[in-house]
């Protein structure tokens, strides 16, 4: 309800049929139309199994999906995506995130997107090695997304994300910081390329799972360290609060303890 109130159709956008922006300070960010996708894909499936309302969204659930769809795919631009834009009149502002392009590609992944320009832009990042220098976890979970679904050359994931997780594990430069965030971000990457093993395992690589599976344990470790009833804080010199700290450093326990579940030998029920 609270994306909802946020949705607005962008006139300029010049798309055939629905479109849908997530409009944010006069603003529009593809990585947070990325991620109301994401929100979107589960919301939808916590509505079939507990029967809650759709009626909430300017528009049906699917039609909503479906233009936030057609505004992520329009900023589709040569080799990557167009990442603010005011609302207004749709000029491009100069911004750029190092988290947009994962998002809104994950996003779309999600939500059954299967456009030829979107799998050639994911294609294409991977090939030239995007989101690697930066050691990004939306990328990781984008590409195993994309592996899962069978949505991208099996070759090129398989090389693309080892290469990201032995970057994560081989430069651990970022546990220097001595904050949560930018340790669990990595613990992310680690740990879904664990659970894409579970589901995939021919597009792995057995040493580099390895590798995760040993650094993975050692952040979770580390992050710990900034855990206190329920939460988890910044870091070493600032014991601040709040929800995207909560978000990267539960959703990295979350992977591993869906990696280590599936691997346990079903018993009865």
Same mark, same amino acid.
């Given at each position: ?62 039609? =909503?999906?479906?233009?936030?769809? %057609? ?39 999600? =939500? !059954?997107? =299967? ?15 995007? !989101? ?50 930018? $340790? ?30 040993? =650094? ?5 470790? $580390? ?38 579940? %599936? ?7």
């Amino acid at each position: 309800q609270y994306a909802g109130g946020k949705l607005q159709r962008p006139h300029w956008a010049g798309v055939a049929g629905p479109c849908l922006a997530l409009v944010t300070r006069e603003a529009v960010k593809v990585g947070g139309v990325g991620l109301a996708l994401v929100m979107l894909s589960e919301y939808g499936r916590a509505a079939a199994t507990f029967g809650l309302p759709t009626d909430i969204l300017p528009l049906p659930l699917e039609e =909503t999906v479906s233009g936030l769809q %057609a505004y992520a795919l329009a900023q589709i631009e040569g080799a990557d995506l167009l990442h603010k834009r005011r609302f207004a009149d749709g000029g491009v502002l100069p911004f750029r995130s190092d988290y947009y392009t994962g998002e809104a590609l994950l996003g779309l992944i999600v =939500t !059954g997107c =299967t456009e030829p320009a979107m799998i050639a832009l994911t294609e294409g990042l991977m090939t030239r090695g995007y !989101g690697i220098p930066e050691q990004s976890h939306w990328m990781a979970y984008a590409a195993c997304e994309a592996a899962a679904r069978g949505l991208a050359d099996e070759a090129l994931l398989r090389r693309y994300l080892s290469r990201l997780m032995s970057e994560i594990v081989d430069n651990p430069g970022y546990r220097d910081r001595r904050a949560s965030t930018p $340790i669990a971000c990595r613990t992310e990457a680690l740990t879904r390329y664990l659970c894409l093993a579970d589901a995939r395992p021919e597009l792995c690589d057995a040493g580099v799972l390895a590798s995760c599976h040993r =650094t993975a344990l050692e952040n979770l470790v $580390i992050q710990l360290e900034w855990y206190d009833r329920g939460q988890f804080w910044k870091g070493d010199e600032e014991r601040k609060v709040q929800i995207d700290y909560i978000q990267h450093n539960a959703t990295a326990f979350l992977n591993l303890w869906q990696h280590e579940v %599936a691997r346990m030998p079903h018993r009865g029920n």
